[in-house]
């Protein structure tokens, strides 16, 4: 247990180091130590789960059992390689002038600031807090998404801010409601306590807690960038810094989906019917539809990986809501390798733009011809997230297939059109990107590659073969879940 | 349900369930940012009333705690700031013409029947007088969402979203007698933290297009200009 509370303590030693240290030139290396330090913690708490199973802290407040604990290790392993990436970037776009010091001292604290809030939506027993950690993510991400100062930052983020605040408000009433429900059969301390509530699920009110989780969906759902509450999701992730885009898309919406699954754990011991499952299934495919038409009418580079980062988070939802051990072991490698290959994107997506001058696509050019290392980058993570073989995106996207063809046969085909539409709407648009004519004058920029070739040999390795312990450790995450063994 | 046959508490609870709905319909219909304001710390007054009471009558010292964040938060603190903010800006004497104003009180009108809808099923377990608590904090929901969307003053957005807090807080008190302590603290850190965005957020917007109407906020979008 000690290793959770090292993964609480790291980041918000970072906050306070970040806000209290003057601004100095190596803060992006010290940002990359703090999130080295916090992921080795992560996988000592990992090994103490997979040795000794759900581990709970003495007073109920933490709980990390093979769901979360995977999940966790993922968003540490994402917040490094962004970190890696994300110092330089972020020097260079402070000596282009875009950002001052000051402004630079404000993103690492706030970095850190969202990483403590991850953790903490990912370790908490405690419904209620899990709700203010996620606004606590919402806060401490609104001011980097302005942080250019534009326009079109400002008015990004205060889009942002207002929807996301609304929306999660939402997830709070929910909260209220099954708070509500579960005073009815026990006392007040341990009724927010995901374990006890987990165990007396049986006994809660059905009724009460099937309005309750409508409401959740929606709140948590609009954090998740369910159609139709997604209008913020491409807004801020193309106006601000790129690393945040990566953070967001790998990060934020994984942990906001888990705060759906773990409520949807819930309502399914509760009711015994599937309803909400149906939600999510019904709320996933559109999104993925909508997502994956909207692909094709994109302009600029950052807003066409994030309706991308729509369609799959629609997908994920979808696998989940769909339930059965072989749907919801799809969307676990799914989340997996989605925050793996788009944080990778958005890495060379971020050089690109600063190759190009603009994140505009049509003037963003001859990618190959004038730095071959983030030319094939984009592409080959093009690929992965489009879902070719052999990257992991096939294994789990066949996955969710085969899970549709079983439970569902009526719905495949609309999920095998959405996954065509998705891979033209891409392509369209990354092909003259990356083998274009080169403009005039345009010239390679300094750029750290290996985030990129980790996370697509990671994806690759995932597609391959699944190493052993991976298996092990979905499967267990699947029972779980779904409370049964997959394959 | 005989309102004489129940207790004093119930009863007060009712009245102010009903006060607290009523400010929301008139925040709705206000068109004068500095009466809108006004209004928004009654309301916020209103609940710090009902968290008193029932810490009162229910003897949880905690919810004392709870109160006195309400007053310092959602009735002294958010509003000085908007009412300095709109003072600033020299906004205080625009009147805002609020379209289609009868279409607007329908249509809140409409939402409070809704929550009664939505929240029916609870009542076949629980006494009447938690559909009421329940249903009217749903309606607070809603009522500042329909706040939102109909105004255009950024001021106006955020006593919206304040007031949403607000309905989801007198849930948490009358239905529940309030959260744990820990997430009241969380909730309450949260919202203090929103409010200072929310000032910080009103610098940049006046900075970028000098004005606070968020009309005026619409660069980005699906469709090319």
Same mark, same amino acid.
């Given at each position: 247990m000690i290793a959770a509370y090292f993964v609480l303590l790291i980041p918000f030693a970072g906050i306070i180091f970040f806000a209290i240290a003057d601004s100095r030139s190596d803060m992006g290396r010290i940002n990359v130590y703090f999130n080295a330090v916090c992921l080795l913690a992560t996988l000592w708490l990992a090994v103490n789960v997979v040795n000794h199973g759900t581990i709970l802290s003495a007073n109920k407040a933490y709980i990390v059992d093979p769901f979360n604990v995977y999940l966790i290790v993922l968003t540490a392993f994402v917040g490094l390689t962004t970190s890696i990436f994300s110092a330089p970037y972020m020097a260079h776009e402070n000596e282009i002038g875009k950002l001052t010091a000051g402004r630079l001292k404000l993103y690492y604290t706030m970095y850190q600031g969202f990483m403590l809030a991850m953790y903490l939506v990912l370790t908490t027993n405690n419904l209620g807090i899990m709700w203010v950690a996620m606004e606590g993510a919402t806060l401490a991400t609104v001011l980097l998404v302005s942080l250019y100062r534009t326009p079109e930052s400002i008015e990004a983020a205060w889009k942002y801010f207002i929807l996301c605040g609304v929306g999660i408000a939402q997830a709070l009433f929910g909260t209220i409601l099954l708070y509500y429900a579960a005073m009815q059969i026990g006392d007040g301390s341990n009724a927010l306590l995901w374990s006890v509530l987990y165990e007396n699920a049986t006994k809660l009110n059905p009724e009460i807690l099937e309005i309750a989780f409508v409401f959740m969906l929606i709140g948590y759902g609009t954090k998740i960038g369910l159609v139709p509450l997604h209008n913020w999701l491409p807004d801020a992730h193309s106006e601000g810094p790129t690393p945040m885009s990566a953070v967001l898309s790998g990060l934020l919406l994984n942990d906001a989906l888990y705060a759906v699954v773990r409520n949807k754990m819930l309502v399914d011991g509760t009711t015994h019917s599937n309803i909400a499952g149906y939600l999510m299934m019904g709320f996933g495919l559109l999104s993925f539809l909508v997502g994956a038409l909207f692909l094709h009418r994109q302009k600029d580079i950052k807003r066409l990986f994030s309706y991308s980062s729509i369609e799959h988070m629609g997908m994920m939802t979808f696998a989940f809501g769909i339930g059965g051990s072989l749907a919801t072991y799809a969307a676990l490698l799914h989340m997996t390798v989605h925050s793996l290959t788009k944080s990778a994107i958005f890495v060379t997506v971020g050089h690109a733009a600063q190759i190009a001058g603009t994140q505009r696509i049509e003037k963003i050019r001859g990618l190959i011809r004038t730095q071959p290392q983030v030319g094939w980058g984009l592409l080959? !993570?093009?690929?992965?997230?489009? !879902?070719?073989?052999?990257? !992991?995106v096939f294994t789990s996207e066949f996955l969710v297939l085969l899970a549709t063809m079983h439970s569902y046969p009526w719905l495949a085909p609309l999920v095998l059109l959405g996954i065509g539409i998705a891979f033209a709407g891409l392509f369209r648009h990354i092909q003259p990107i990356v083998y274009g004519e080169k403009p005039e004058g345009q010239l390679p920029v300094k750029a750290n590659l290996w985030p990129v070739i980790i996370h697509l040999g990671l994806v690759l390795w995932l597609g391959l073969s699944i190493p052993g312990f991976l298996a092990h450790w979905f499967s267990q995450a699947t029972v779980l879940i779904s409370g049964s063994t997959p394959l | 349900?005989?309102? =004489? /046959?129940?207790?004093?508490?119930? /009863?007060?609870?009712?009245?102010?369930?009903?006060?607290? =709905?009523? $400010?929301?319909?008139?925040? %709705?219909?206000?068109?004068?940012?500095?009466?809108?304001?006004?209004?928004?710390?009654?309301?916020?007054? %209103?609940?710090? %009333? $009902? $968290?008193?009471?029932?810490?009162?009558?229910?003897?949880?010292?905690h919810l004392y705690i709870s109160a006195a964040l309400t007053l310092l938060?959602?009735?002294?603190?958010?509003?000085?700031?908007?009412?300095?903010?709109? %003072? /600033?800006?020299?906004?205080?004497?625009?009147? /805002?013409?609020?379209?289609?104003? $009868?279409?607007i009180m329908l249509g809140g009108a409409s939402l409070m029947v809704f929550s009664y809808y939505v929240l029916h099923p609870i009542v076949q377990n629980t006494a009447p007088v938690m559909l009421n608590a329940l249903a009217v904090s749903l309606s607070v929901v809603l009522l500042g969402m329909l706040l939102m969307i109909s105004h255009r003053q950024a001021v106006a957005h955020v006593v919206g979203f304040m007031s949403i807090e607000n309905g989801l807080f007198f849930a948490a008190i009358v239905a529940t007698k309030g959260m744990p302590m820990v997430v009241e603290l969380g909730i309450a850190f949260d919202v203090l933290v929103a409010a200072v965005l929310f000032g910080i957020f009103f610098l940049h917007i006046r900075?970028?297009?000098?004005s606070l109407d968020v009309d005026l906020l619409n660069r980005l979008n699906e469709i090319e200009k």
């Open positions: 080959i !993570g093009t690929l992965a997230i489009a !879902g070719f073989p052999p990257f !992991g | 349900m005989n309102i =004489g /046959q129940t207790d004093f508490y119930t /009863q007060a609870i009712l009245s102010l369930a009903a006060l607290v =709905g009523l $400010t929301s319909f008139l925040m %709705l219909g206000q068109s004068r940012l500095l009466r809108l304001i006004f209004v928004f710390a009654l309301q916020g007054f %209103l609940l710090t %009333l $009902t $968290t008193s009471l029932a810490a009162y009558s229910l003897g949880n010292p938060l959602k009735v002294i603190f958010i509003p000085w700031m908007l009412r300095r903010e709109v %003072l /600033q800006m020299n906004i205080h004497r625009d009147i /805002q013409t609020l379209k289609n104003k $009868t279409m900075s970028s297009i000098d």
